[in-house]
C-alpha cells in the first residue's frame, strides 16, 4: 500500500505562488509514477501534471510555464510548485502515484492512479 499525504495549499491573489508537497509511504519511492491532478466544484477532475520515474514531465497546456512539477527521492516528496496563479486554477489538488508507466499524456485518466492523497485546496482570488 502506497499512503499519500498533501500539504501546501492555501489562498493566495492572482499572480501569487504556492509550492504543495505530496509526502509518499509504504512503496519504493523511487518505483512510483506520481502526478497531480485537480478538480473544482462542478467540474470534472483534470490532470495537472506527472512526472515518471525516469524524470520525463507532463503539463497540462493551462498551466505550462507556471507550474513545475518535481520530486526529492531523499524525501519521498513530490512537489508542484505553483507561479503566476490565476483563479481559474482555483481547485482541490490531490496528488496521484501508480507503479505502471505514465504512458502517453493524452491517454492518461486519474482511473489508472491507484493510490491518491486527501487532496489540499487551493485558491486563488482576483
Known amino acids: 500500500q502506497v499512503h499519500l499525504v498533501e500539504s501546501g495549499g492555501g489562498s493566495v491573489q492572482s499572480g501569487g505562488s504556492l509550492r504543495l508537497s505530496c509526502a509518499a509511504s509504504?512503496?519504493?519511492?523511487?518505483?512510483?509514477?506520481m502526478a497531480w491532478f485537480r478538480q473544482a466544484p462542478g467540474k470534472e477532475r483534470e490532470k495537472v501534471a506527472t512526472h515518471a520515474r525516469d524524470g520525463n514531465t507532463q503539463y497540462a497546456d493551462s498551466v505550462k510555464g507556471r507550474f513545475t512539477i518535481s520530486r526529492d527521492n531523499a524525501k519521498n516528496t513530490l512537489y508542484l510548485q505553483m507561479n503566476s496563479l490565476k483563479p481559474e486554477d482555483t481547485a482541490m489538488y490531490s496528488c496521484a502515484a501508480r507503479t505502471t508507466p505514465i504512458g502517453t499524456w493524452n491517454l492518461l485518466t486519474g482511473a489508472s492512479f491507484r493510490y491518491w492523497g486527501q487532496g489540499t485546496q487551493v485558491t486563488v482570488s482576483s
Open positions: 509504504g512503496y519504493t519511492y523511487r518505483r512510483l509514477c
